[in-house]
């Protein structure tokens, strides 16, 4: 029985790290206040970290099987340029396409995120990097 409360102790943990995030968001991070914004950060966040810092794939790559309208997300993608997160470039191989360029911008609200998330799964978890 022991291994079964302790999992649910670490279940609740879970939750309460995922609640103290979702408040550190709503009140640090105006982009993750939307799901449109949410998805779209947490792609890009995704494809950024990989070896090629521009974004191979094409726009439409984001939107492929979402729950999002394009419209939504090209909104969002405009909102995020206005911001500075990010560059829609030109593709060199094929004019009509374009890729998103995270900016440095980008990358610090990324760092800071990251490091939050540590912060509060800290306190409740002994966390060990591979």
Do not use: C
């Not at 995030?21 to 950060?41: D, F, V």
């Not at 609200?109 to 998330?117: R, S």
């Amino acid at each position: 029985m022991e291994s079964t409360e302790s999992g649910i102790q670490n279940g609740w943990s879970l939750v309460i790290s995922l609640a103290e995030l979702h408040q550190w968001e709503l009140e640090n991070h105006p982009l993750l206040m939307t799901l449109t914004g949410r998805h779209l950060y947490y792609r890009l966040a995704e494809e950024s970290v990989k070896a090629d810092p521009a974004l191979a794939r094409a726009l439409k790559d984001l939107f492929g099987g979402m729950y999002f309208t394009e419209k939504a997300l090209r909104t969002r993608m405009r909102q995020m340029e206005a911001d500075g997160l990010i560059q829609a470039v030109t593709s060199h191989e094929d004019a009509r396409s374009k890729h998103l360029v995270p900016t440095e911008k980008f990358y610090e609200l990324m760092a800071l995120h990251a490091e939050q998330v540590k912060k509060i799964f800290d306190k409740h978890f002994l966390l060990i990097e591979k």
